[in-house]
C-alpha cells in the first residue's frame, strides 16, 4: 500500500486562528486526495476532493470558505481551518489514490487532531 | 446512491477463535469495488481487504477473508485465529470505478479481542 503522512499530528489553537494541515503521498503521485472529519466513534465524512491543479470540489454541507484545500502538487495537499472554532474540534484524516482506472484504492494518512479552545 | 450498512455495533470474540462481521450494500450498479477498512486506537485507517465486484473468487489476505455474495448484496469479513491486535474499528466501504470515485463507508463496527 502507500505511504502517505500528515503534519501536523496534534494540533491545539486559540479560536479565531486558522490552522493549515498537510498531506503527503510519499510514493506515487496522487493525482487525487481526498479529506474527511471523524468524530469519535463514528464514521468517516467526507469533505472534499482535491485534484492537482484544480480548485477542490466540496460535500454539500462544508463550507468552502471555512475550509480552503490547495493541492498544488502531485503529492502535496493541504487543508486551512480558517477562524477556527471549537466546533471545528475534531479529527482530520486525508486519503489518496493514484487516480488510475483499476487502481482507485483509497490509501489514508495517520490523521490530525485538531482542538480549538 | 449507493448505502452500506453494519447493523452490529460491537461485537466481541476471543482470542484464537474466528469472528464474522457483517455488512450489506445497497446499488444499481454492476461493477465497483468494496473493501474492509481497519482502524485501531490509533486511529490510522488500514487496508484489510478489496473486492472487485466482476471477480465470482472471494478475497483473502492472510487470516482475513471475504464472502462476497453480489446477488444478495452482502460483503461479509472472516478473521481466523483472531489475535489482540485485531481489536479495532472496522468499516466496510463501497467505491464506483472512475478516478475521482468516492467511497461510501458504513458506520462501522467495534470488535474487541479478548485474551
Known amino acids: 500500500g502507500a505511504v502517505v503522512s500528515q503534519h501536523p499530528s496534534w494540533v491545539i489553537c486559540k479560536s479565531g486562528t486558522s490552522v493549515k494541515i498537510e498531506c503527503r503521498s510519499l510514493?506515487?503521485?496522487?493525482?487525487?486526495m481526498f479529506w474527511y472529519r471523524q468524530f469519535p466513534k463514528q464514521s468517516l465524512m467526507l469533505m472534499a476532493t482535491?485534484?492537482?491543479?484544480?480548485?477542490?470540489?466540496?460535500e454539500q454541507g462544508v463550507e468552502k470558505d471555512k475550509f480552503l484545500i490547495n493541492h498544488a502538487s502531485l503529492t502535496l495537499s493541504t487543508l486551512t481551518v480558517t477562524s477556527a472554532h471549537p466546533e471545528d474540534s475534531s479529527f482530520y484524516i486525508c486519503?489518496?489514490?493514484?487516480?488510475?482506472?483499476?487502481?482507485?484504492?483509497?490509501?489514508f494518512g495517520p490523521g490530525t487532531r485538531l482542538l480549538v479552545l | 446512491a449507493q448505502t452500506v450498512t453494519q447493523s452490529q455495533p460491537e461485537m466481541s470474540v476471543q482470542e484464537a477463535e474466528t469472528v464474522t462481521l457483517s455488512c450489506t450494500y445497497d446499488?444499481?450498479?454492476?461493477?465497483?469495488?468494496l473493501f474492509w477498512y481497519k482502524q485501531p486506537p490509533s486511529r490510522q485507517m488500514i487496508l484489510v481487504i478489496r473486492?472487485?465486484?466482476?471477480?465470482?473468487q472471494n478475497a483473502t489476505e492472510n487470516r482475513f477473508s471475504v464472502n462476497f455474495q453480489k446477488a444478495a448484496k452482502s460483503f461479509s469479513l472472516k478473521i481466523s485465529d483472531s489475535q489482540l491486535g485485531d481489536t479495532a474499528m472496522y468499516f466496510c466501504?463501497?467505491?464506483?470505478?472512475?478516478?475521482?470515485?468516492?467511497?461510501?463507508f458504513g458506520k462501522g463496527i467495534t470488535l474487541s479481542v479478548r485474551p
Open positions: 486519503s489518496v489514490t493514484p487516480g488510475v482506472a483499476g487502481q482507485e484504492t483509497q490509501y
Open positions: 510514493d506515487f503521485q496522487a493525482t487525487t
Open positions: 482535491s485534484n492537482e491543479g484544480s480548485k477542490a470540489t466540496y
Open positions: 446499488t444499481s450498479e454492476n461493477n465497483y469495488y
Open positions: 473486492q472487485e465486484a466482476y471477480k465470482q
Open positions: 466501504a463501497f467505491m464506483k470505478p472512475g478516478a475521482n470515485s468516492k467511497l461510501t
